[in-house]
């Protein structure tokens, strides 16, 4: 059975200093003996300190400088002159470092030195850790190390400056993947107050030469458990700071691929938040486990809160790895050292979505291999698909199933005059062929089938069926079904050219020429279906947009089945109540339809009546980068029988349906969306006389619970005679002073009629914040006829 | 005298009615008369209609069906006919249009059928209006038609369809420059209440044919001005809501060069108000000016109100086109047809940006033709600077004066113990070394100048002036000022290295290494200076910058002489009051400086005490969109003498001084900041070993005056167990129901000693609304040496 997590061992520099004593006489370096030890246990990853305490006293001892009080002057020039040689030349000792051979390094990840203040207040200290950063990656790479953990920011007002020098780095070292640690909790819960500057030797004067100090989070391996501390809140606001240094710090290093998170567990999560989804948008590619999180079961046997627990099995899909520390400390009374790791392992297989993609039928299953692909969606009608594509799609158990059911339930409900007819427009290979002589069979009525097919290909294997397994009950016809003639009227029209998004691949335009040969009181399956959106977050799936570069590429909706993205809205209608639900349905196609005026053929003068535009308002209950939309349909084909891969209604309509993943409408930009915000979505479903496609937009707004004070007075410090807006927010139509130039002001007769109904002032309590547009829309599905 | 703005005369149908009428018989067509005598009139352009009342007609009776009430079907069913027929095809009767040989169309501005409804609430109308509108774009062009004005988007709910359709019409429409009018009120103001949907005819049952009807707002020409209607009020909101319907459409039309802006003048405007100097960075092509908002003088001739007076005062040396209209219509007692295009031209005369343009000496003047152009910041110690270079800035009369005042004073200051040594660093051709030799002589010091000099071309005309003017009275030293050696200390040590933003020309470096020949307590002139920024909005130079498509292009300083731009911070400190000023200040350096630690030769080991972090925040008054960063310096030359390019403190410290142009640092992502909304900007500037260069970020913010809602409960509508959070809102740590597993929650023993003071709890009332990013710096200054 493939396991979707791997598991990672933490070494600490007290297990590199008893390997050493251990070791003496070794052939082998102490290393070299412990990545065998976590090997041996089981662990596919090490991870390590790449610096020692030594490096720590040395940088310490350069760049903190003792507070001017009581300070030996000579002491500190002596001390700034090494720093600068230092700073022109930086380089390690070999006691300051942990590994030095290329065989120490292969597979591990290397934990750069965590006390680096990359976020610090002060300047000095920020320079000379940038400094030391790059000394340590260029080490790093030295010996080849592909993994590097950084250590967390911890400072939400300077995370800018972090993120400028991650970037740098980045820039600067081509192959190293970076992966940036961060606690789900804001770290500034767990800091000290105390205002580090680099003229004072003050706060670093308590700081033992562990490799633990009161400067840094203790967000590392705990190593004290007596101290019952109160575990500090958490509120929303901790929550969105922290997501927020992570999204200033990748949008500042420009959503890199080789910038990845290791989300650190160490504080214990709730049991249920959907704020938490937000990272299954990011790249997580490692979550930091140390033993301390665990709890003891009623045996004694180390298992994790509830929160956690629930976490990680949903973030299994997602294959991180799960770095687990401080498992030989033996905090927990039963299982040893193994039993952290067999925890882990346990809550892989109990995970739903691990059990759904194991298990044959399912579409998780299915999907393995083509999680966050971008496909282009199929172009039917254009392209004549090939008989793999068909066979792919006919394996689907429940598509056929419930377009069975529906033609079973059309004929039942039919009058039973005698002979009925059906026509399958778009029969392909013939599955709907099948299905329907299955219902008429069941039905017990009197019916015959004629079968549409324009792909010369297929129509051979049609024949082929008609010969073996048909006979006279199936009569074929080869053509499209708007220029064929079919030999009577239908009185059931069936057909399948529905795409993920409903009519993203055509269907209203070819059942609009399939209609002249359907009665008038006929019956369509499917008989109406519907587009659906939802506002998306994930910066994969940005990434993949615009990793072709051609703008067309990245203005071009996507078939994709999703797994690192988060769905950005929440139910409940907002602050205004003005929102709708968190997917929201875009617009409606029914069949048969008679408002188009046709011609002589019977065909549409234009498709002007299938155009569609929707604009929908979304709740965005917590904050995240909308990258795109997501896109869903939903079809009746008869009565209550449908399909449907609406996330929230699938399971009821048609569960473990394979032939739909979603679509996917991306933005070229990113927008980033507050907690509490609204996003107003509009979407276009266009169409000229050849082809058909979409345009989308995204406007955000923020309900701003009391309207903006009047600013004139601010703006004009040097005061003026603007009184012409004085009273701008008192909303009372006073004169202005302009006024007495009466014939100056001539209006239309309908200026004191009032407004209509969408003028601004229904949003007196919600300001406009930001907007992200579609400027060149690409993928327009071309349309052969008419 | 060169002329500023172009006058266009506006022809109605009706002139063109007349002109029929008029000329029966004549060789020439109505049109061609009538381009003619506004020619003759004086006019530079002529506006007339595109299309006329048969078109719009024939268009109503098509698209607009009656409503379903008392209407015959047949002819219903005739006119969707019709309306299909036409949607295939679409094309002009001879009599719908008013233009049809070239000739008639030669350097006109057409003015597009007002009465379309790209924006309309009813999907028929949008979507036939679209038709429309690319029919006569396609005719337009057909007659080779340059400049087309497009009727004023009308609804801010709908604003983005009429965007889109612009953009699809931009897209297949290659060469024709798009006007978009816009009246500078909300138009909502002046729209009857009314719901206009396509199927009912009621809403355009009272229209007549005339070119004006109830749906069409009135800020076309008015034709009515005997009803005195109480003007409209202008709040903030409206004046908003109109700024961001054009901002949309630019935005969904990607900031395409050729979409352009009509601001209508016809609703009158307040005498002095900030929110109008939005426009200034808009591509503001067309000043629509009607008869109708002139009012009369004392004399009875036709002038502006006050506040159209000094908005097109201002707008002058953008060179706009001012479309004139009605003055035909006889509507003030004196002056004529002609007294409108006069008045036009006197505020041109009396326009203070026009006249600083003509008068020479101005820096205004000396500017001309170099506004908005993107030019790269000089690097003299990379580059050895042309002879002409030194020619233009040795032009600047006030930079010389100041310095030789500066110098002068200095040795007025410097004890008179004999012989006092001057030491011009970087000389040039020579300008400083002239003017320290006028101020020894103006103070009757007995004082000697060394000129250094590492540019041997430079060198050449030095030992020329030399020889002719200085004789024994100047040194000249050929050498880099960090490497070579002068014979003796100095007392007084002039440098002339200041770039736009102070350092960005690396006077710090080179100052550093010029040290080693200043006395301890020598004087340095320049002896401080600083670095300031503003955010800054223009659509112009957004385009000029991305221009180049190489993202290094986009991400580098340009100096550029701002005209077409608008600073977006204002005065006054914001909702929370935590903002600074409206141009603030980065940095500073001192000279001479005693901080770096220096090696054998005296020059500093790193370049490190160079390197520079300031975050500012900003008051954003009134909503506008962020393009990037106005940088300027301001330098103490010597005691209250110095120069400055800073906008507020120029013309006290340095009034026409040439010299030096703003710094503008560009963003690749425009980012809207809403009104009253703060801005948080990080700059750095960054050095190695080699290179100095700066980087910058912007984050907006939104104060909100209640902070949000506790969101749990609106995101788990069915309910869960997630009380952990319940209470986050209140900001009272309550034990979690998780608390009683109390080993699992080890912390430090800091845990409880409190926060730091840059938590995001100060933050509590200001919630994060966008940010944007620089990625990859480029313009990184070489720096030659260490």
């Not at 819960?189 to 205002?195: A, H, I, L, M, T």
């Not at 562990?210 to 606001?237: D, F």
């Not at 993928?779 to 006829?785: A, L, N, P, T, V």
Request: proline letters at 7%.
């Amino acid at each position: 059975m493939p396991e979707f997590a791997a598991l990672a061992s933490s070494i600490t520099h007290e297990d590199i200093s008893q390997a050493f004593l251990k070791g003496q006489g070794s052939a082998e370096t102490p290393i070299l003996r412990l990545l065998k030890e976590s090997r041996s246990n089981g662990y596919d990853v090490t991870c390590l300190p790449l610096t020692t305490a030594k490096w720590r006293e040395r940088w310490r001892d350069m760049c903190i400088l003792p507070s001017a009080g009581g300070a030996d002057s000579e002491k500190i020039a002596a001390a700034e002159q090494q720093a600068e040689i230092w700073r022109r030349a930086p380089g390690f000792a070999l006691d300051e470092v942990t590994i030095s051979r290329l065989d120490e390094a292969e597979g591990i990840v290397a934990m750069i030195s965590d006390w680096l203040q990359l976020d610090s207040t002060d300047d000095w200290l920020r320079h000379d850790s940038e400094i030391a950063l790059r000394q340590e990656l260029a080490y790093a790479s030295y010996l080849n190390v592909l993994t590097v953990i950084l250590p967390p920011p911890r400072n939400r007002a300077h995370v800018a400056s972090y993120a400028r020098a991650v970037n740098e780095c980045l820039k600067s070292t081509p192959y190293i993947q970076f992966s940036i640690r961060l606690p789900i909790y804001d770290p500034a819960v767990f800091q000290p107050k105390e205002s580090p500057v680099r003229r004072s030797m003050d706060s670093f004067s308590s700081a033992s030469s562990s490799s633990t100090s009161p400067r840094v989070p203790k967000l590392t391996i705990p190593t004290s458990q007596t101290k019952k501390a109160k575990p500090p809140k958490a509120p929303e606001g901790e929550l969105n700071a922290t997501w927020e240094m992570w999204d200033i710090i990748r949008t500042l290093c420009d959503y890199n691929t080789r910038l990845t998170l290791t989300l650190d567990l160490t504080p214990p999560l709730p049991s249920n938040l959907a704020v938490l989804s937000r990272w299954t948008a990011e790249p997580v590619q490692h979550i930091f486990l140390p033993a301390s999180t665990f709890i003891a079961n009623v045996k004694g046997y180390p298992v994790l809160p509830k929160g956690t627990q629930s976490f990680i099995r949903d973030s299994m899909t997602h294959r991180p790895t799960i770095i687990l520390s401080g498992t030989s400390l033996g905090s927990h009374s039963k299982g040893g050292e193994s039993a952290y790791s067999q925890y882990v392992r346990y809550l892989e297989k109990t995970s739903l979505s691990v059990q759904a993609a194991r298990q044959a039928g399912t579409v998780e299953n299915f999907a393995q291999g083509y999680q966050d692909f971008l496909q282009t969606p199929l172009q039917p009608l254009m392209d004549n698909l090939q008989s793999i594509t068909y066979q792919t799609f006919e394996q689907d158990p429940v598509k056929y199933r419930n377009y069975e059911e529906a033609i079973f339930h059309a004929l039942m409900d039919w009058p039973d005059s005698g002979r009925i007819v059906i026509c399958v427009a778009g029969a392909g290979r013939g599955p709907l062929v099948a299905r329907s002589l299955r219902a008429i069979d069941r039905s017990r009525r009197q019916a015959v089938v004629y079968a549409v097919e324009k792909n010369p290909n297929a129509y051979v294997t049609l024949q082929g069926r008609k010969d073996k397994e048909w006979g006279d009950s199936v009569e074929l016809l080869f053509g499209d079904m708007r220029q064929i003639n079919v030999p009577e009227q239908a009185d059931i029209l069936v057909s399948e050219l529905l795409g993920s998004f409903g009519d993203n691949e055509l269907s209203p335009e070819c059942l609009d020429g399939a209609m002249r040969f359907l009665k008038v009181d006929g019956i369509s399956i499917p008989s109406s279906y519907t587009a659906h959106l939802a506002p998306l977050s994930s910066s994969k799936l940005f990434n993949e947009a615009r990793a072709s570069k051609e703008l067309k590429y990245m203005e071009t909706p996507y078939v994709v089945m999703f797994q690192n993205v988060n769905i950005l809205s929440g139910e409940g209608g907002g602050v205004g109540g003005r929102c709708g639900s968190q997917v929201q349905e875009c617009w409606e196609f029914e069949h048969p339809r008679k408002d188009p005026i046709v011609d002589g053929r019977g065909l549409p003068l234009t498709n002007s009546h299938n155009a569609r535009f929707s604009k929908m308002s979304f709740h965005i209950p917590h904050a995240g980068v909308l990258h795109g939309l997501a896109g869903y349909f939903e079809a009746v084909l008869y009565g209550d029988v449908g399909l449907s891969i609406h996330p929230l209604r699938k399971d009821q309509v048609s569960k473990d349906m394979l032939s739909w993943f979603p679509l996917f409408f991306p933005f070229r930009d990113p927008l980033y969306l507050p907690s509490n915000s609204e996003l107003q979505v509009s979407i276009w479903r266009l169409t000229n006389q050849r082809q058909v496609w979409y345009e989308w937009y995204a406007e955000s707004f923020l309900p701003v619970l009391n309207p903006p004070l009047p600013t004139e007075q601010l703006d004009n410090p040097l005061g003026s005679d603007s009184s012409f807006f004085a009273c701008a927010s008192t909303n009372v139509a006073v004169p202005s002073p302009l006024i007495d130039a009466v014939d100056a002001f001539p209006h239309s007769e309908k200026v004191e009629s009032g407004r209509i109904d969408e003028s601004p002032k229904s949003d007196a309590g919600i300001v406009k914040i930001g907007q992200t547009a579609l400027h060149n829309p690409g993928g327009r599905s071309s349309w052969i006829g008419l």
